[in-house]
């Protein structure tokens, strides 16, 4: 009898499991991921999803999360038989709009929804145009001609960083079109979802990838099983058959499980892929053979010129027992893993597994090839299986995920008789360029003659006046308004209005002192407070550096470059109007004032934001730009301590496609010149590279780059720095406020940064988005840990400095100015233009 009723409570317990069971797939067919948010675009009422009831798409215009600007009041619909609600709504827009969605700090799907109903007005089938997402470029010259009346989708996963907290989804129609879209989706992305890191093939490396990295997903396919649509995954993707990429469907036998029995060991979220994917896979089909040596192979059409993460899903739903199923994975024929064993790595059957791969497509073919094949191991049984693959395009340097508009940048394709006319149309130009060009030089030539004979015979720079021009009003001698542009060169202003803005150039006002002038802080009609930077009568800089600064910076516009305003050249004026950068230069932040100490994340934000910078100068304007004099003290600080690259007045136009470098005077500053650039008089980019290096190693040891107050070995961070580094100790000399404050790993990330900005061949230099990548590695390094900091035992702290390592006092020491005679427009006793040679302010 108690035998008996031992056998009902087992069986009743096993029916409550069921049932929990059963809840649980209902649970997670309704499951509404966090800070999403579905729009229907030109709809009037909410539209749910037949199969999920939390999947409600609402009306793009009256909700508090989305605005829409300009108002688009174009709305075409039509009940299409067998499409989702949402598809059968468009909104057409005829000039660029804006959809803004609020939404928190984080990286988001952007899925977007396209169907091009028929409309008699509007032809939504062909329409072109552009979409971009905050700095995003998601597609260019993107239409619907191909898709043969039917539904497309688009997903991305983007960043929205803090200062923004909006995501600003752009639509613009070309040539003479239309936009148009159906429906957008929001969804935040779950922490871990994407690596720091993967692993690239062919093996050898690791590719770091940023948080500002954007993904686009191009393939998300459920092996051996059957579409798996949103309803049935907690994040609500689309998981496609793999049946259209398999070479042979012969090679491969579909297997399945209960996905219920799928486990999901320690490490591996739920939200990785739903156990429905895990459930299925395939496996090698049976040849009756003695000797399966085959694999299953799937190709996977993509766009060359970028670098896609792979990733594999694995579950081993066939075995009896562990260590049973052992085989090999294969990337465009190279191994990805080799005898590689499920259970191994999970140590239990039907448990989920994935690992993710970095690969390149540099050309031809365009294409991911993904293998699954025995292992070389006699004694292993000739088995291979896969549950699911995921292939998601990364974003380029230029955050492009275009890959028309990649090209563009560096090559068109013509056909060859069109390439003929270009080739004789530009060397005929350039022919008659060249002739120009002589002639203008000539001219300039006997005309520079002719101005210095007459410098000659006057002071270099007349008195500076009491006011601008021969009255007291605010338009600028030679009849310029002040709010008037000059020639594309940005606002001019009169010498009164600059006068009245610094309170008559009061020394109380004074903020820094360089070598071209002082530096006022002011503040203009409007409120506006701005730097003001006035010329010396007596200083050795000249007209070549003002003009140089008004040009550079009245054509570059970013979030990490000081703005400028406006400029005054009223008579022998020579004056320019930045915005104000209320936390002065890094320089005075990081040693020699009685500021606040930053911490490590604050500087590691703070590399961020400079690189930012100096990378859109190098790929990001219409012609590379390389600053030639990247130093702390031209690092400015804005007052949520926000990084912006100053002083343009040495910069350069970097080398044409068919360059290699630009012949040039060196110029710079001690302790941060390219020693390469200094040796053969030939810029890149990557002397601005070297430049940051150091300015990363100040950073990081809060000391100058020049010292002569050290002993002989210690003066120059950069020699002294590479040593400790060599051994593998960079930490030793680093800002004892650091110390017990700092991730070690992510110091070392750092130093390794350093080091590699600091090779003394330009060529083995990282770009500047490498260092980015590298620095945003270095950060998140730092912040996994954050919450461990209170651990006084703790492998990644860094102890105490040694009591043998001596305390040295720093110097205010301002860096010298190199100067070569090779430039002529150039006074060769002229100091840095930009220099600021008291960096206690600016």
């Known amino acids: 009898m108690i035998q008996g009723m031992s056998n009902k409570v087992l069986v009743l317990l096993v029916s409550i499991l069921q049932i929990f069971r059963i809840l649980f797939v209902l649970v997670e067919a309704s499951f509404r991921p966090a800070g999403s948010l579905s729009i229907d675009c030109g709809g009037n009422v909410n539209v749910t999803s037949e199969f999920n009831n939390d999947r409600s798409f609402q009306p793009d215009l009256g909700s ?91 997903e991305f996963v983007i960043e929205v960083v803090s200062s923004s907290t909006a995501l600003a989804l752009t639509l613009t129609p070309l040539n003479g079109s239309v936009a148009f879209i159906n429906g957008i989706e929001v969804v935040l992305v779950p922490d871990n979802q994407f690596p720091s890191s993967a692993l690239s093939i062919p093996l050898g490396s690791t590719i770091q990838m940023s948080t500002h990295v954007g993904f686009e997903t191009l393939f998300r396919v459920n092996m051996g099983g059957p579409l798996v649509t949103p309803e049935n995954d907690t994040l609500w993707r689309t998981w496609q058959s793999d049946s259209p990429f398999l070479i042979n469907l012969a090679s491969a036998h579909s297997v399945s499980t209960s996905p219920s029995s799928i486990q999901y060991p320690y490490g591996t979220s739920v939200e990785i892929a739903p156990n429905w994917i895990y459930a299925t896979a395939q496996e090698m089909a049976d040849a009756n053979v003695g000797d399966q040596k085959f694999n299953i192979s799937w190709v996977f059409k993509v766009d060359p010129g970028f670098t ?14 562990l260590n049973n199923l052992v085989f090999n994975v294969y990337i465009n024929y190279k191994a990805a893993l080799t005898s590689f064993d499920i259970s191994s790595k999970t140590m239990e059957l039907s448990a989920a597994y994935y690992v993710d791969f970095a690969v390149n497509v540099s050309g031809k073919p365009d294409e991911i090839m993904i293998q699954v094949g025995p292992s070389d191991i006699m004694s292993a049984p000739s088995n291979a299986i896969i549950n699911g693959l995921e292939i998601m395009k990364l974003s380029n340097l230029l955050y492009s995920f275009d890959g028309s508009y990649s090209k563009n940048f560096t090559r068109s394709k013509h056909p060859k008789k069109q390439l003929l006319i270009i080739v004789v149309t530009v060397a005929c130009l350039g022919g008659l360029a060249l002739l120009s060009s002589l002639v203008a030089a000539y001219y300039c030539f006997s005309f520079q003659r002719k101005s210095a004979k007459k410098r ?89 550096e003002f003009r140089t600064e008004i040009q550079m910076l009245s054509k570059l516009r970013h979030r990490h470059l000081v703005s400028l305003i406006g400029f005054c050249e009223e008579l022998n004026e020579m004056i320019l109007v930045y915005e104000y950068m209320a936390g002065g230069p890094l320089r005075k932040h990081i040693y020699g004032s009685d500021l606040p100490q930053l911490t490590w994340k604050q500087r590691l934000e703070i590399c961020i934001g400079a690189a930012k910078g100096l990378h859109y100068l190098h790929t990001g304007a219409a012609e590379t730009i ?191 100015v190199i100067v070569t005679e090779r430039e002529s427009d150039v006074d060769t006793s002229s100091l840095v233009f930009s220099q600021l040679m008291d960096p206690r302010g600016r």
Request: glycine content about 6%; some cysteine.
């Open 64 to 154: 508090s999360s989305v605005t829409l600007s300009p108002i688009s009041h174009i709305v075409v619909s039509k009940n299409v038989m067998g499409l989702a609600d949402f598809y059968r709504t468009a909104r057409v827009f005829t000039k660029t709009s804006t959809y803004t969605i609020d939404v928190k700090t984080g990286r988001y799907w952007l899925r977007l929804y396209f169907y091009p109903l028929d409309n008699a007005q509007y032809d939504l089938q062909n329409a072109i145009f552009s979409i971009k997402a905050n700095d995003y470029l998601l597609r260019e010259g993107f239409s619907l001609r191909r898709s043969k009346r039917s539904p497309m989708f688009l």
């Open 308 to 321: 896609y993460l792979v990733r594999l899903h694995f579950c081993d739903i066939v075995s009896k027992a």
């Open 456 to 544: 000659k015979c006057t002071s270099a720079w007349l008195p500076l006046p009491t006011h601008g021009g021969h009255s007291e009003t605010k338009i600028s001698t030679g009849s310029y308004a002040s709010s008037a542009p000059s020639m594309g060169l940005g606002r001019v202003l009169a010498f009164l209005e600059v006068r009245e803005a610094t309170k008559n150039f009061d020394e109380n006002l004074v903020i820094g002192v360089g070598g071209f002038g002082k530096v006022y802080r002011g503040m203009l009609e409007n409120g506006v407070t701005v730097a003001v930077k006035r010329g010396n009568p007596r200083s050795q800089q000249g007209l070549v």
């Open 626 to 816: 390389i600053h030639r004099d990247v130093k702390t003290t031209n690092i400015l600080l804005d007052e949520n301590l926000t990084a912006k690259v100053a002083d343009f007045g040495l910069s350069k136009m970097g080398p044409t496609l068919d360059q290699t470098h630009v012949s040039t005077a060196v110029k710079g500053s001690f302790g941060y010149l390219d020693p390469e650039y200094f040796r053969r008089q030939q810029l890149t980019e990557k002397s601005d590279v070297y430049s940051f290096g150091v300015v990363l190693l100040e950073v990081l040891c809060a000391r100058p780059a020049i010292n002569p107050s050290l002993p002989r070995e210690q003066v120059n961070i950069a020699e002294w720095a590479m040593h400790w580094q060599k051994k593998g100790h960079l930490e030793q000399i680093m800002d004892p406020y650091l110390m017990d404050k700092v991730n070690l790993d992510s110091v070392r990330k750092f130093g390794e940064t350093a080091e590699k900005c600091l090779a003394e061949q330009g060529s083995e230099r990282p770009t500047m988005g490498d260092v980015l990548w590298n620095l945003e590695y270095a950060l998140q390094l730092q912040e996994a840990t954050a919450q461990n900091l209170v651990d006084e035992n703790s492998t990644n702290y860094i102890p105490d400095l040694p009591d043998w390592i001596p305390h040295v006092e720093h110097v205010e020491h301002e860096s010298s």
